[in-house]
């Protein structure tokens, strides 16, 4: 069995309301990158570590997600991208921090996990690294939409906090989520033919965020886990992820409760701290949960052949 799992952010508070005009771009990305993937997983043409990289890649170049191309701007009108990724057999794991030019963070923080030894990269350093191991670089207004500016300058001109704008689409918010944190994060997790897992995490973070300002994504334990038993990527309030160790912790449940469970209690732990959001997790039974606890979170499923996505409360696996 093989299992290919993605999620593309999740936010919003109230009932569901039903798509917006930017989101079957979302699903059709997805819906794409889990049937090519999806099937190359399957053949044994890639392991899971490649799978969830890829994956990532493909929707980090969907510029209507906030990672790669389409991320959020921070406070200073700069786009700045964490990535981590993680492989299960071994525990090797790899991110890269506020790099600002990396075509793909998620590939640079692949080959982090490649070379061993640090498990972290941040800025300027980070970049330079990618570019050594092949990765392009662009500068860093190649990355910004102008959904994204719309956004910023939205949430400029109100003095609102941090990721209130964020899943604005139209930047007259047709999600009407103006008191709501965005999503912020794209994931990947996958079981491939010779049981191993893998996982991998991407983002532009929060609009208006400041300078400096780590989330859970690249943090191995909070935004992203893997061991040989499961493998986990997260979306929401970073901080309320970080203070909870949220994908390590589900691991450590995982065995005692089931994954079913796992997940719910992580979004239970972070609830009262502030971090609403969701989670993708797999196990290496090729049982696979989806859990959010907003209104709405991107995600889809490649498993036994068959691709389900979806957006709002209407579609588990």
């Known amino acids: 069995m ?6 593309g952010g999740a936010g919003g508070d109230g009932p569901w309301r039903g798509l917006t005009q930017a989101d079957p771009a979302r699903l059709d990305c997805m819906q794409r990158l889990l049937h090519d993937l999806g099937q190359r997983l399957a053949d044994g043409d890639i392991d899971a570590l490649e ?6 890649e493909a929707m980090e170049d969907e510029p209507l997600f906030n990672a790669g191309v389409g991320s959020v701007l921070d406070a200073n009108g700069e786009v700045t991208m964490d990535a981590s990724i993680m492989r299960g057999n071994d525990r090797s794991a790899g991110a890269v921090v506020n790099v600002q030019h990396a075509s793909h963070p998620i ?38 939409t102008e959904l994204r500016r719309a956004q910023w300058q939205k949430w400029k001109a109100s003095t609102l906090r941090p990721g209130a704008t964020d899943e604005d689409d139209e930047a007259v918010l047709d999600h009407d989520l103006e008191d709501t944190p965005g999503m912020g994060t794209v994931g990947a997790v996958a079981l491939d033919r010779s049981g191993q897992l893998a996982a991998a995490t991407s983002t532009g973070g929060m609009t208006g965020k400041p300078d400096g300002r780590v989330g859970d994504t690249p943090i191995i334990g909070a935004g992203t886990w893997c061991d ?3 493998a986990v990527s997260c979306t929401g309030v970073g ?4 203070r909870t160790c949220a994908a390590r912790t589900l691991a450590f449940h995982h065995e005692r409760l089931g994954l079913d469970k796992a997940g719910q209690r992580v979004l239970d732990d972070v609830a009262p701290l502030g971090g609403r959001g969701g989670l993708i997790a797999v196990d290496a039974e090729g049982h696979v ?29």
């Open 2 to 7: 093989v299992v290919l799992a993605v999620h």
């Open 228 to 230: 040989d038993r499961v």
């Open 51 to 56: 799978a969830v990289t890829l994956a990532v």
């Open 107 to 144: 590939r640079v923080a692949n080959r982090v996990l490649h070379q061993g030894w640090p498990v972290m990269l941040v800025g300027e350093a980070a970049d330079a690294f990618g570019e050594r191991e092949g990765v392009t670089l662009h500068p860093n207004d190649r990355f910004i």
């Open 289 to 317: 949960v989806l859990p959010f606890q907003t209104m709405l979170m991107y995600r889809g499923v490649y498993q036994n052949g068959d691709i389900n996505v979806g957006v709002g409360p209407d579609w588990e696996p």
């Open 239 to 242: 901080e309320a992820f970080i």
